[in-house]
């Protein structure tokens, strides 16, 4: 049975009990090597197939998530049963308004051969081992999903896209042991392995044998800069702030804000799916509603949060597009797809290493899972570089940062060239080097 099929089975039930409803079906394949000090180490790949069904009825929602093989009458049966035993909702949201029935296809989709791909892998890994004995291990993970959702008021829409990780981690032993850690996204491994790679493996590389050696931090440095995967990190904690269910569920900081500035100067917070190398990309949300650039943050002004079709019609605005299914296909909820922090010309002083003297680096964070999402306290564990005030820097160690993630968006001076993605909240963050003022260091 195709997926057409399957998916119009399954609305044509729903209409028949009285229903409306709306299926998705997400097919992913993954794969994964590792390669660790020059040769292959493993190998191995998977397929799954997820149905995902929302129904609506005399303001109760239900809710179903399924294999392709549920009998579609089963599946339906079950959602409305669940729907009956949830308080209702109210009304029915708004028909998804995002267009046509052609499939789209994420653009940079450029598949690499298994062969030419552990090829590459090997070379990589066996360099910082050649070089200086040290243990490298290079993971590259990939995952191709095509999803299809269709809506019984009319919408239909498909749509494939691809997503690559690479992970480095390169360990040293000197007077302690060093660890230099790395991670890319992107949406093809031949770009990733294009020049990203390598930059990688180099930065583990030094990462790893500057810390074999840190020391402890003494004394406060005049400036401190945090590289892009820890900005990206605390920006994830920032993130419910900019969410309309926080704001009307008066847990955002944010809430009384809109229009006022709640960030420095040339600072921008942008959720944008479609950037051309996004590692998350789609034309439409697990809603239907169409994907576009929404500017939450401009020249530190806030301009809005993002919300999904339930908070948006509660609101009376409509969908940003960013109703998002959790990793198991739960129910859409609002979530960021790609949020991207950036400085503007406001911020025209770029942070460099070479020239941001008596400066503390935090290259590394542990235990930022411990922070407060709601308070935007935040305190963590931390090692990085030290940079004295002749340019040359010594490694540190075994420090902590603290502050508060709202008013660090005030506390911005300069920013990195680069964007760093990272991980978080069911999609991707991005930010750059950030030099910034006001954090508590503690040993």
């Known amino acids: 049975m195709s997926e057409d099929t399957y998916l119009t089975q399954v609305l044509d039930c729903a209409e028949r009990r009285g229903a409306v409803a709306e299926a998705s079906l997400s097919i992913a394949h993954s794969s994964e090597l590792v390669a660790v000090n020059g040769r292959v180490d493993r190998s191995g790949g998977g397929h799954s197939a997820t149905v995902a069904l929302w129904t609506w009825r005399d303001g109760h929602e239900g809710y179903l998530v399924c294999t392709p093989d549920t009998p579609p009458q089963l ?4 959602a409305l049963e669940l729907g009956e035993r949830l308080a209702p909702r109210g009304p029915l949201p708004a028909t998804p308004v995002a267009g046509g029935t052609a499939a789209a296809v994420a653009p940079g989709l450029d598949p ?3 062969e030419e791909m552990a090829e590459a892998l090997r070379k990589l890994s066996a360099e910082p081992h050649e070089r200086s004995g040290l243990r490298a291990e290079l993971r590259v993970q990939t995952q191709h999903r095509e999803v299809h959702l269709r809506h019984s008021r009319g919408f239909a829409g498909s749509y494939q896209d691809s997503t690559a990780a690479l992970q480095v981690r390169v360990g040293a032993q000197g007077s302690g042991v060093g660890f230099g850690v790395d991670e890319r996204f992107g949406r093809s491994v031949p770009r990733l392995l294009d020049g990203p790679a390598a930059e990688a493996m180099r930065e583990a ?3 790893a044998l500057a810390h074999s050696g840190a020391g402890l931090l003494e004394g406060a440095p005049a400036t401190v800069v945090l590289h892009g995967r820890v900005a990206a990190a605390l920006l994830g ?6 969410m309309l269910d926080s704001v009307r569920q008066q847990r ?3 809430a009384e804000r809109t229009g006022e500035r709640v960030a420095a100067r040339g600072l921008s917070i942008t959720e ?7 590692p998350l990309w789609a034309p439409f949300d697990d809603e239907g509603t169409s994907t576009r650039s929404v500017r939450l943050v401009d020249d530190g002004v806030l301009e809005g949060f993002l919300s999904d079709r339930r908070t948006a019609m509660e609101a009376g605005a409509a969908s940003t597009g960013s109703g998002w299914r959790g990793p198991r296909g739960e129910m859409p909820s609002v979530r960021a797809g790609c949020l991207v922090l950036a400085g503007g010309d406001a911020l025209a002083t770029q942070v460099d290493r070479g020239e941001d003297a008596d400066a503390l680096w935090v290259t590394q964070a542990q235990g930022m899972h411990m922070a407060n999402e ?5 305190s963590f ?3 990085g570089l030290l940079v004295g005030s002749s340019g040359r820097s010594r490694p540190v160690r075994g420090f902590t940062v603290a502050g508060n993630v709202h008013q660090l968006m005030d506390q911005v001076e300069a920013t990195g060239r680069l964007l760093r993605f990272s991980r978080g909240w069911g999609g991707f963050l991005a930010a750059p080097d950030l030099r910034v003022r006001g954090l508590s260091l503690g040993a």
């Open 252 to 254: 955002s900081r944010w």
């Open 205 to 207: 590389e030094e990462e």
């Open 272 to 278: 944008d799916v479609t950037l051309d190398d996004a």
């Open 374 to 378: 709601v308070t935007g306290d935040f």
């Open 237 to 242: 904690l920032l993130a419910p702030t900019l």
């Open 75 to 78: 599946a339906v049966e079950q």
């Open 112 to 114: 690499t051969p298994a």
């Open 381 to 383: 564990g931390a090692s």
